[in-house]
């Protein structure tokens, strides 16, 4: 079945760039999403990206796919302590509707 | 624009006994979900409605977990009887296609469940 796989824990440094990966299996998922989340909060959007893209910036977020490749990161640049969370990754198909998401990356950014 | 609402914001019930959970969506967003996420998880989908019809049910335990979404707007997710391993965070969401494929879905702070 549709299956997303994310790496557990980041550790970095306040003003380093963070880079988060994701693979998934899905070769039809058309759309493909970063959350975050706090703790005791629900999911926050950050991006996403349509799989004929390969890169997409948004401020300090850039995300990059490799579609052959099944494979997703996003780069946080000049990381900052609010940025500690963790960080969901999430296949959408072709059809729309549900989301498959990994099971999350922890970020931590130490001062 | 006012997000996704949900209540309560935590629940704790002993098990066996039954619980009901509320989500109001986004303002104009015909399709809704709930996801259950267990701790140290990623969130899974239990149920898709559009409009006040279900669109997909295929993960939601029927025996003992119901929803309904009366009037397309707001929804209700019960669970009765409740189980230890039905302890988890229930999210809603809601989208509303803005081009084809993709329906960005956007996301209620979440109602903690415990089940002792």
């Known amino acids: 079945g549709e299956d997303v796989e994310q790496s557990l824990f980041l550790s970095v440094r306040e003003g380093d760039s963070s880079v988060i990966n994701c693979t998934y299996t899905?070769?039809?998922?058309?759309?493909l999403y970063w959350y975050k989340q706090e703790p005791g909060a629900g999911l926050q959007l950050l991006t996403y990206i349509f799989s004929n893209m390969d890169m997409k910036q948004d401020q300090r977020l850039t995300v990059l796919l490799n579609k052959k490749d099944k494979h997703l990161s996003l780069r946080i640049a000049d990381t900052q302590t609010g940025d500690s969370a963790i960080y969901f990754c999430a296949a959408q198909g072709r059809q729309g509707g549900k989301l498959i998401f990994g099971q999350g990356t922890e970020l931590s950014v130490k001062p | 624009e006012a997000g996704v609402a949900q209540s309560p914001r935590y629940k704790i019930i002993e098990k066996r006994q039954s619980v009901a959970f509320w989500c109001n969506p986004i303002?104009?967003?015909?399709?809704l979900y709930w996801y259950q996420q267990i701790l140290g998880q990623g969130p899974k989908l239990l149920i898709q409605?559009?409009?006040?019809?279900?669109?997909?049910d295929s993960q939601l335990p029927k025996d003992r977990f119901s929803a309904e979404r009366l009037k397309g707007v707001d929804s209700t997710l019960k669970i009765q009887p409740a189980k230890l391993e039905d302890s988890a965070v229930y999210l809603c969401a809601s989208s509303r296609p803005v081009t084809a494929g993709e329906e960005t879905q956007y996301f209620g702070p979440g109602t903690r469940l415990l089940v002792l």
């Open positions: 303002s104009g967003h015909a399709t």
């Open positions: 899905d070769s039809s998922s058309t759309y």
């Open positions: 409605f559009q409009n006040n019809g279900v669109v997909d």
